[in-house]
C-alpha cells in the first residue's frame, strides 16, 4: 500500500479504487423514516433497500465488484458437469492456498452444514475460538455442543489489544482432557471473529493452536470468510510477519489446516462458496453431500458467472491495497467516535465497526432490547441501516424469560469499496448527534415474535411515544429534509 503523506492531515483512508458504476441512493425526508421504520415493526431486516441512505447492515454478498471480475463474467463457461469454470477457480485456489481438492457449495452455510453434518455426531465437541450464528446451529442441530475458548480478553470491548478473536490454549488443553479428543469433532479457528467485533486472530496463535490440535489427532478447521481483514492485521500488527507478502502470509496459514472454507459473499467479494480439502479420501466422502444438498460438483449451487468473478476476486484479495480500505475506513470510524466519547469496541477490526449499545443507551434494560432500539433510531435520524447484535438477537431461555446477550452491539458493516469518506463521515456525524440526544432513545417490546430467528422477522413497537420525540429533536436540527 503506498505510504501517502499529507500536509495538513495525520492520516486520512484512501479508496485505491475508482468509481465507474454507480447506483443512486435514495435518501427519504426525516418523517417518512419514521413511517417507514413502523411499517417494519421497528425492525431493520423489514425495511426496503430502496428506503435506506446507507445500508451498513452487512458485508455480505454486497461488496463492489471490479471491472476486471465484470468482465470475466462474459467467459464463463456454462455446463452442467465438467464447467471449464469451475477448473480454473478450483485451480486459482489451490494456488493461493495449496490444497487440492475444492467442494463448491452456495454459500458460507452450506459449507458449514456439508462440515459438520459429516463431523458431527450426538455428545461430540467442536472446539472454537469464538461461534458464528450459523456455525453453532450446524452442531447444535445434529446434538453436538461448541465449546468458545476465545481468551477473556478477547471480550473486553474496550482495549488496544491488536488479536482480540485469539485462542486460549490453556483452556483448549483443559478441553480436550475434559471431553476426550475422540470425542472432539474439530477445531474450528474463524479468521477474523466477527461476533466480537472482526477481530483478527495472529498467525503465531493459529499455528499453536493447530499444533496442539495434531498433537491430539484432532481435526483443524480455518473458517476463512473474513480472512481478507484478518490478512490485512497481520501483516500490519504481528511483528514477525511484517516483511512476508499477503501471497505468502495466506499460504502459511492455509498450511496449518486440513480443511479451509469460506463464504464468497465476503472472501472473493462476490456470492457462493468452497471447502478446501487436503485430504483425497476425505474429499471423496464429503462429495456426496454437495451432489445431494447444493448441486452438481462443478458448479455446486453457485452461478459459474459469480464463479469466474470469483476467480479474479480471490487474485485481488492478495493485493494489499484492496484489502487495505475497509479496514481503514473502519479504524477511521471507531477512532472518530471513540475522541467523541461514544462507546466503541476498540480496537477497529474488520467488517464493521461496532458501538457498545449497553453503554450507549444505558438507560434501557436488556429486556427492551438496547441495541434493537439503537438501531431502530440511527435509521430515523440518518437512513443508515447497521445490524442489531444483542439480546434481540438471543433465543428465550425454556421458561420464557430473556436470554440476555453477553455483549450488546450495534454493527456497522463496510462493505468493501463500496462508501466513500464523505460518507464514512456523513455516518459518523449522526451517530455522534444521536449520542448527545440519546436520553431520548427508548426501549422496544415484541408485538409479534417468531419461535426461531425472532430478530429477521419479528415486529416490535416503542415501550413509550419516543420515536416521535426523537424525530421532533432531530428535526428541529436538521430541518424536514425535503428538497
Ligand atoms: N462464517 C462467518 C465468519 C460469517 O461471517 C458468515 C456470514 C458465515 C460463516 C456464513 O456465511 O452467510 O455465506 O452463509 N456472515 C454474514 C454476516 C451473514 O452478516 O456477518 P453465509
Not at 467442494?103 to 475460538?129: D, W, Y
Request: aromatic fraction near 10%; hydrophobic fraction near 40%.
Amino acid at each position: 500500500m503506498p505510504n501517502i503523506k499529507f500536509y495538513d492531515h495525520a492520516q486520512i483512508p484512501m479508496e485505491m479504487h475508482k468509481v465507474k458504476i454507480v447506483q443512486k441512493l435514495n435518501l427519504l425526508p426525516a418523517r417518512q423514516r419514521l413511517v417507514k421504520m413502523e411499517e417494519a415493526g421497528y425492525n431493520t431486516f423489514m425495511l426496503h433497500n430502496g428506503d435506506i441512505f446507507m445500508d451498513m447492515l452487512t458485508d455480505s454478498g454486497v461488496n463492489a465488484m471490479s471491472d476486471n471480475m465484470q468482465a470475466a463474467m462474459l467467459h464463463a463457461d456454462d455446463a452442467y458437469a465438467g464447467s471449464e469454470t469451475f477448473y480454473r477457480m478450483r485451480d486459482k485456489l489451490e494456488e493461493i492456498m495449496g490444497i487440492k481438492y475444492l467442494l463448491p457449495a452456495h454459500q458460507g452455510r452450506a459449507c458449514e452444514h456439508i462440515i459438520a453434518q459429516h463431523f458431527v455426531k450426538p455428545g461430540s465437541t467442536v472446539i472454537m475460538n469464538y461461534h458464528f450464528t450459523t456455525s453453532k446451529a450446524h452442531v447444535t442441530r445434529l446434538g453436538g455442543k461448541v465449546e468458545e475458548l476465545v481468551k477473556d480478553e478477547g471480550l473486553v470491548t474496550k482495549s488496544t489489544l491488536p488479536f482480540k478473536g485469539n485462542i486460549d490454549l490453556e483452556k483448549v488443553k483443559a478441553c480436550i482432557e475434559k471431553e476426550g479428543a475422540e470425542n472432539i469433532a474439530y477445531m474450528r479457528l474463524e479468521a477474523g471473529t466477527n461476533l466480537i467485533g472482526g477481530q483478527p486472530i495472529s498467525y503465531e496463535n493459529m499455528k499453536e493452536a493447530t499444533d496442539l490440535a495434531k498433537q491430539y489427532g484432532i481435526l483443524t478447521v480455518l473458517d476463512a470468510s473474513l480472512l481478507q481483514d484478518n490478512l490485512y492485521f497481520i501483516k500490519i500488527r504481528e511483528e514477525s510477519m511484517k516483511d512476508k507478502s499477503i501471497r505468502e502470509i495466506t499460504r502459511m496459514i492455509a498450511d496449518l489446516f486440513d480443511i479451509v472454507y469460506f463464504s464468497a459473499r465476503k472472501f472473493g467479494f462476490g456470492r457462493g462458496g468452497g471447502i478446501l480439502v487436503r485430504d483425497e479420501a476425505m474429499f471423496h466422502e464429503l462429495e456426496d453431500y454437495v451432489t445431494m444438498f447444493e448441486g452438481f460438483l462443478t458448479y455446486g449451487g453457485m452461478s459459474v458467472k459469480e464463479m469466474e468473478a470469483l476467480i479474479i476476486g480471490f487474485e485481488e484479495t492478495m493485493d494489499m491495497d484492496v484489502i487495505s480500505q475497509a479496514p481503514q475506513f473502519i479504524k477511521y470510524c471507531v477512532d472518530e467516535l471513540d475522541k467523541y466519547g461514544v462507546p466503541m469496541v476498540t480496537p477497529g477490526g474488520g467488517l464493521g465497526a461496532h458501538i457498545n449499545a449497553r453503554e450507549f443507551v444505558d438507560h434501557i434494560p436488556s429486556e427492551q432490547y438496547p441495541s434493537g432500539a439503537l438501531v431502530a433510531a440511527l435509521y430515523m435520524c440518518g437512513g443508515i441501516r447497521g445490524m442489531e447484535r444483542g439480546t434481540l438477537s438471543e433465543e428465550r431461555n425454556p421458561d420464557g424469560t430473556e436470554h440476555i446477550a453477553s455483549v450488546e452491539m450495534v454493527r456497522l458493516a463496510f462493505p468493501r469499496r463500496v462508501f466513500t469518506l464523505s460518507q464514512t463521515e456523513y455516518v459518523i456525524d449522526r451517530v455522534k448527534w444521536l449520542y448527545d440526544h440519546r436520553h431520548l432513545i427508548g426501549g422496544l417490546r415484541f408485538v409479534h415474535e417468531p419461535k426461531t430467528l425472532r430478530f429477521f422477522t419479528g415486529k416490535l413497537e416503542p415501550v413509550s411515544d419516543w420515536p416521535q420525540k426523537l424525530m421532533e429533536a432531530y428535526i428541529a436540527e436538521f430541518g424536514e429534509e425535503i428538497e
